[in-house]
């Protein structure tokens, strides 16, 4: 009887391990796919990083309209337009 009560709590005690590494395996599983997604959304952070069009600096930009306009390829209206839309950018 004792090596009967035995068997059945080893078996017990090997049905409770399984569970135990199903629901480790499970964790391990979720944590993988969150790490996956994670890397992921970062790659796609850098991506849109390089797609984006470096802003100028708006002096440096204006500048350039006046040197535009002194050498005379913007008259004195499109230049005067150009940097009221550029002021009103900032």
């Known amino acids: 009887m004792a090596a009967?009560?035995?068997?059945?709590?080893?078996?017990?005690?090997?049905?409770?391990?399984?569970?135990?590494?199903?629901?480790?395996?499970?964790?391990?599983?979720?944590?993988?796919?969150?790490?996956e997604a994670q890397q992921r959304q970062i790659e796609a952070l850098q991506q849109q990083k390089f797609q984006q069009p470096q802003q100028e600096d708006p002096t440096k930009k204006l500048q350039k309209y006046a040197d535009l306009r002194q050498k005379g390829l913007l008259t004195e209206e499109e230049f005067q337009k150009l940097k009221a839309d550029l002021l009103s950018q900032m």
Not at 19 to 31: C, F
């Open 4 to 35: 009967m009560g035995a068997g059945v709590a080893r078996h017990r005690a090997g049905a409770a391990m399984d569970q135990e590494r199903q629901g480790y395996e499970s964790q391990l599983d979720q944590s993988q796919r969150q790490i």
